[in-house]
């Protein structure tokens, strides 16, 4: 028997539902996406069964043990580690062609391989019938079916993991050709003799004859005279033979599989059509965001007010003084609690992505973008961060280590902060809303537009002005369509919407602090107009360079600043710099007035979303494009590159709009 304390790794293909699986055991609230490349670290959890502690692992997804890709080295190097005691191969049950390289990969590493057969009720929706006890003798480990999103069978699968040990005498290797196993074993001597640490030997002596670049650097001196050839695709075409074999001997009634998904996707890839489709789903996204989004959040306007109210009423009472009270009431709460407001709006966007993404359809719109990628000389792999930086850049520009050539990374990061990430959604939501009321949906929606059309065309310009690389197409596995699974969603959406309260709480709570400050203070001390404070000082310094884009009022300077701490703080500011408390229907209007009385109108408003859209990322963002990126130089680089586009793009659109008399 097993030692009482256990390691076990999980491993598995992207989409096969292996954090599912994790989550299951850990109750860990971990992102599961339904597309490849967003799990690029490991996350573990602690569970106990039985008398037994187990450590388990999450590993990124991965399509093999070879050393190209980040989750590759990653998951073997981890997997290469002594510590872990039984790895948990999660396949996908109705795609297990594709799965079971992985599988034989696996079993080489010459450790305790439990294989989970994931999805076992989409198996069984197309009447596709596993003989489970014979991939079992075919393979030599312990087949177990699952089914992670209805939580079946885990017990099965735990109970495999603490009974099964690693018997070499029992365990059936793979074999090869006689040709290639007579190498192997050549190989395997010499490493004995020259380096008998190694472990395992057989693994290491076909990544010798793959000419696996790492392992080659390492131990290719002691065996170069039998690894002058590389066996690599032989020894993948002799796996995926025998994976086909295996196929033939295991599956019944293989011809009744289910068609639907490849209806489905006669649309949803097109070329054409599924570009058209994307943009019409994200449409409706946007006037569901809207609508229901914008009905809610009057009521938690109402009670944001009360609340408000009710606090300066006790402030009275206390007898606090003026100045504190200010604070409380027009810093700190009018800047919280605006920010705040917008939690429905927020809640909203992220259920709608959080159920295309369990869906399946992300991958989709990643594989339809592909070809569009290729045409700006962008990896198709890009897309997948780029599409994360609808969410948040921080987690998109992590995401870009997908991206194998530092240069396409690169290239990638400077791309990102155009996305409009949740944090603008604040700012679309106020400034259409004031201005242009049964329109707002279509103007806050035409900033994703315009994000997306500026990221190609200055990805198109870098791809004609840099020399281009090899070809790096996007390699992606399209999952099957399911019914978003309720636990996912609560877990997606629960942390976002943690991550907007506890930004409201900090990032935001502070900043409203700072700016009453900067806003009620000057040289004199304590000012009572703020256009003597500070802030006003450093905000008509940017005047003359804000005017000619529609900007020149030292308020929207101010509230560009502070935008560099979280881009929803430009909504707070606002809200602090015009002493607004609400912008309810009642008050909505007296607001337009007053900002009419200054000069600024709707294509002012328009052209402020558009330069919030466009301008320098956040202070989080920004310390993770250096921490990405290692070089501080180009990091500057690339903020003075976002706001020059921004202030172009910004200028070009608003005065085309003083030409046709939008002004």
């Known amino acids: 028997m097993m030692s009482n304390s256990l390691q076990v790794s999980f491993v598995g293909n992207p989409n096969c539902g292996k954090t599912t699986l994790f989550n299951a055991y850990t109750g860990a609230k971990l992102k599961v996406a339904n597309w490849p490349g967003v799990t690029v670290e490991k996350k573990e959890g602690n569970i106990r069964y039985q008398d037994q502690k187990w450590k388990l692992v999450d590993l990124p997804g991965t399509y093999s043990l070879t050393s190209y890709t980040m989750e590759e080295k990653l998951t073997r190097q981890y997997l290469l580690e002594d510590q872990v005691d039984v790895i948990i191969d999660v396949a996908d049950a109705s795609a297990l062609e594709r799965n079971l390289y992985l599988t034989l990969s696996a079993i080489e590493l010459e450790k305790p391989v439990v294989l989970a057969l994931n999805m076992m009720d989409i198996v069984e929706e197309r009447g596709i019938k596993i003989d489970l006890h014979r ?25 495999a993991v603490s009974q099964y040990e ?43 004859l793959e000419h696996d670049e790492e392992i080659v650097r390492k131990y290719g001196s002691y065996v170069k005279d039998y690894i002058q050839t590389s066996y690599e695709n032989e020894i993948v075409r002799q796996k995926y033979a025998y994976i086909e074999d295996v196929i033939g001997q295991v599956l019944v009634n293989k011809a009744k599989r289910e068609a639907r998904t490849d209806k489905i996707d006669s649309y949803f890839t097109h070329p054409v059509f599924g570009v058209l489709i994307f943009f019409s789903i994200m449409a409706f996204v946007f006037f569901l965001t809207f609508t229901v989004g914008d009905f809610l959040k009057g009521y938690l306007e109402m009670g944001i007010e009360l609340v408000s109210n009710g606090i300066r009423s006790l402030l009275h009472v206390l007898s606090v003084g003026e100045v504190m009270t200010s604070l409380i009431i027009d810093g700190i709460l009018t800047g919280v609690g605006g920010i705040l407001s917008f939690l429905p709006n927020i809640f909203i966007l992220f259920l709608a992505l959080a159920f295309l993404e369990d869906s399946g359809y992300m991958a989709r719109v990643a594989y339809v973008m592909d070809g569009i990628m290729g045409k700006i000389g962008l990896s198709g792999r890009a897309f997948i961060p780029m599409l994360l930086g609808f969410g948040c850049s921080v987690p998109a520009v992590m995401a870009s280590r997908v991206l194998e050539d530092e240069r396409d990374k690169r290239r990638t990061i400077l791309l990102i902060p155009f996305m409009s990430c949740s944090a603008k959604l604040p700012v679309y939501v106020t400034f259409a809303g004031l201005f242009f009321k049964q329109y707002a949906m279509l103007v806050a929606y035409s900033m994703y537009i315009i994000g997306i059309m500026i990221g190609i065309l200055v990805a198109f310009i870098q791809s004609k002005v840099m020399a281009q690389g090899e070809e790096n197409p996007l390699l992606i596995e399209l999952p099957e369509y399911k019914a978003p699974n309720a636990n996912t969603i609560a877990i997606y959406v629960g942390e976002k919407v943690k991550d907007y309260v506890s930004k409201a709480g900090t990032t935001i709570f502070l900043a409203s602090i700072f700016i009453w400050f900067l806003l009620n203070f000057g040289s004199t001390g304590l000012v009572h107009n703020m256009a003597d404070s500070f802030g006003a000082s450093v905000g008509r310094c940017l005047v003359p360079i804000l005017a000619p884009i529609g900007l020149g009022f030292w308020q929207i300077g101010v509230m560009l600043i502070s935008g560099l701490a979280a881009k929803e703080v430009v909504v707070s500011s606002f809200l602090v710099l015009f002493h607004i408390s609400s912008l309810n229907g009642e008050t909505s209007q007296s607001v337009v007035d007053m900002l009419g009385t200054m000069g600024f109108r709707a294509w002012n408003a328009y052209a402020l979303m558009i330069f919030t859209l466009l301008y320098t990322p956040c202070f989080a963002a920004i310390a993770t494009i250096k921490k990405e990126t290692n070089s501080l130089k180009w990091t500057m ?27």
């Open 637 to 663: 680089k690339m903020i003075v590159f976002q706001l020059m586009i921004a202030w172009i793009v910004t200028g070009i659109i608003y005065q085309l709009g003083i030409l046709v008399g939008l002004g």
């Open 166 to 208: 690693w018997k070499e005498k029992e365990n059936r290797f793979f074999s090869y050709s006689k040709e290639i196993e007579d190498k192997i074993e050549q190989i395997i001597q010499i490493l004995e003799q020259k380096v008998p640490n190694v472990s395992p030997k057989r693994w290491h002596a076909i990544k010798l």
């Open 135 to 159: 991939l079992s003798k075919l393979l030599g480990i312990p087949v177990i079916p699952v089914s992670a999103r209805k939580k079946v069978g885990l017990d099965s699968l735990l109970d």
